[in-house]
């Protein structure tokens, strides 16, 4: 099987598109396992015979359990660990995310991600066993990998604006779960304007999770705890 490696890099200030060859009698490989190949060439050419700066890129556990890997594989954001190479046409194109600052190649800058997280201060003050009717719930959100795809998919996210997303918002749902009282009823009127008042209700996020989450079902879980804490008026300050 000969395949197409269509790179999307940047090197200082440059962008600009390389294209690799790449042969393999292998099934199911993924895309990870093709960017660690190719950059085992020494030295490593394009299909034009030119050398080629190696291919940066992020990886940690190759198990689809890190998020580290995640990219545009044929426009679609995905993660390069799990994604295989078989199921594309003959030039697989891949890019960096695009609703992140890109530092070089496919890696980009997630830290938004993290400071978002801090604004949602999204940890337990004190004690907070999770109870039985909440574990599903709490134990979905706590899978979430950051990864940024859902993120990359979203109409509503842009980086800029209120609405967080859900990469942010799954973690929140389980310190959700286990906050209560009026502190819950607080931290739900504080934060519903990152939440439900930006989403326009697209829910591909729900689509591209790589670990399946059921992201709409947790956005809606939220979203009727933040209903009942505010009195289901959307527009109450
Ligand atoms: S390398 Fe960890 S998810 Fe791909």
Not at 40 to 56: C, F, N, T, V, Y
Request: net charge neutral; charged share 25%; with cysteine.
């Amino acid at each position: 099987m000969r395949k197409y490696i269509k790179i999307l890099r940047k090197q200082q200030e440059n962008t600009f598109w390389q294209t690799f060859c790449y042969d393999t009698n292998k099934s199911q490989i993924s895309i990870a396992h093709v960017l660690l190949e190719l950059n085992q060439r020494s030295p490593l050419k394009d299909i034009e015979g030119k050398e080629a700066e190696p291919i940066q890129w992020e990886c940690n556990c190759q198990q689809g359990k890190c998020g580290a890997c995640a990219m545009l594989i044929d426009g679609f954001p995905a993660l390069a660990c799990e994604e295989k190479l078989d199921i594309h046409m003959d030039t697989v194109e891949l890019m960096p995310l695009q609703k992140f600052p890109v530092v070089k190649d496919l890696i980009v800058d997630r830290s938004s991600v993290f400071e978002n997280l801090k604004k949602m201060q999204v940890w337990i003050k004190g004690k907070g066993p999770v109870k039985q009717e909440n574990q599903k719930e709490a134990y979905c959100a706590s899978q979430c990998l950051q990864c940024g795809c859902c993120l990359e998919i979203c109409t509503s996210y842009t980086g800029g604006d209120e609405f967080l997303g859900m990469a942010v918002l799954a973690p929140s749902v389980r310190i959700f779960s286990v906050s209560k009282g009026k502190e819950k009823d607080l931290m739900l009127k504080k934060y519903r304007r990152y939440v439900y008042e930006g989403c326009d209700e697209f829910h591909a996020c729900d689509h591209v999770c790589p670990v399946k989450l059921p992201l709409a079902q947790l956005m809606a879980h939220m979203n009727a705890q933040i209903k009942k804490a505010v009195g289901g008026d959307r527009n109450e300050e």
